[in-house]
């Protein structure tokens, strides 16, 4: 049985989940989610992003079923999760932030173990070879690094074959490296029709991975929509365009043709230009590359990023 492809795998209606009784607010019960929602389709990544205490943990956890909920509706592939049985849960991965690892397992042993609590499990040196855990799999867990555990927590993820992947803050420690293979396994299970669920407060990696990308605010959806979507120019928003590129650093920054632009040298080697562009001022910048013989190492054009998106929905003020 499963949920025809083309259904969302995750839905969530108007949750509300109240918390307390809270002693230091004389017992009084707080409303933690007032009104969140989500909905996760398969082969798509979609992110869940939100200020600290926003409620993201809290509407994750509903969504796994780790919860109950005070109103409104969740149905993770089809089915009410909180107090639903491990038929349920087989189906559904959960990479935490902070690994859940047991401390004294070692990677190998612990991810046969986990393999053999399914009935289809993925292929366990595959996965170990994959996200390159093989030179610390007989390592005791409290013995890795953070971005060593983070992957061996993405393998204890997918072994059990889920159709639907939860991932928390899943780049967070990594190295270069290690990000990018995170990043080439999500694409690679994205295609593979998983259904995957992001939280993160890496604007950035947001911005790479997600097809779809909620934002939430005091417990309520502010925002939902693609990266395009959400970072067009609106009515509201018609702030220009920025260019930045990297070239060797200390160059003029005052190129005639293009004085109604700011040009800046942001640091070191780095440019930002700003304003509103016509076709002619890209024009005049590559010409004035060409004449100064430079050849930008990266170039970047973009209107809104998701994190001018994101303050301007959940203000600047730190929570
Ligand atoms: N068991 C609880 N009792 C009281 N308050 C709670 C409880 N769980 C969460 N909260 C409160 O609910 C709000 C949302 O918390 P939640 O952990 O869901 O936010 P978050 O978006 O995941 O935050 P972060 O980015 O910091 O992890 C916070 O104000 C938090 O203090």
């Known amino acids: 049985m499963g949920v025809p492809n083309d259904e969302p795998c995750l839905t969530i209606h108007g949750l509300i989940r ?5 002693p230091g607010l004389e017992g ?4 933690v989610l007032a009104g969140v929602d989500f909905s996760a389709r398969r082969g798509q990544v979609t992110a869940l992003l939100g200020a600290n205490g926003a409620g993201k943990t809290t509407t994750l956890e509903c969504a796994q079923g780790l919860q109950p909920i005070d109103g409104g509706e969740v149905r993770l592939l089809g089915r009410a999760p909180y107090g639903a049985g491990a038929d349920l849960r087989a189906r559904v991965g959960v990479m935490l932030q902070d690994g859940g690892l047991p401390p004294s397992a070692r990677p190998m042993a612990l991810l046969r ?12 040196d595959s996965l170990v070879d994959r996200l390159g855990i093989g030179s610390f799999a007989n390592t ?8 060593q555990r983070q992957r061996v927590a993405l393998a204890a993820a997918l072994v059990g074959n889920p159709e639907v992947l939860f991932l928390d803050e899943p780049s967070a420690g990594l190295d270069p490296q290690s990000r990018q293979i995170v990043f080439d396994l999500i694409q690679e299970l994205r295609a593979e029709n998983l259904g995957i669920i992001l939280t993160t407060h890496l604007l950035d990696d947001a911005q790479k991975l997600a097809d779809y990308v909620y934002i939430i605010d005091a417990g309520r959806t502010v925002a939902r929509g693609t990266v395009a979507e959400l970072t067009a ?6 702030s220009g365009r920025e260019l930045t590129f990297e070239a060797p650093p200390g160059l003029a920054v005052s190129i005639p043709p293009l004085s109604h632009l700011a040009l800046t040298e942001e640091s070191p080697g780095r440019y930002a230009l700003r304003g509103e562009f016509s076709p002619a001022d890209l024009a005049n910048l590559a010409g004035w590359w060409h004449e100064a013989g430079i050849l930008p190492d990266s170039i970047h054009m973009a209107s809104r990023t998701l994190e ?3 303050l301007e929905l959940s203000g600047k003020e730190i929570r």
């Open 18 to 22: 109240d918390r307390g009784p809270i």
């Open 28 to 31: 009084k019960m707080i409303r």
């Open 113 to 124: 173990h986990v393999a053999r609590m399914y009935a289809d499990p993925r292929d366990v």
């Open 140 to 147: 005791g867990i409290r013995r890795l690094s953070g971005g």
């Open 233 to 238: 120019r609106t009515a509201d928003h018609p």
């Open 308 to 310: 001018d998106v994101f």
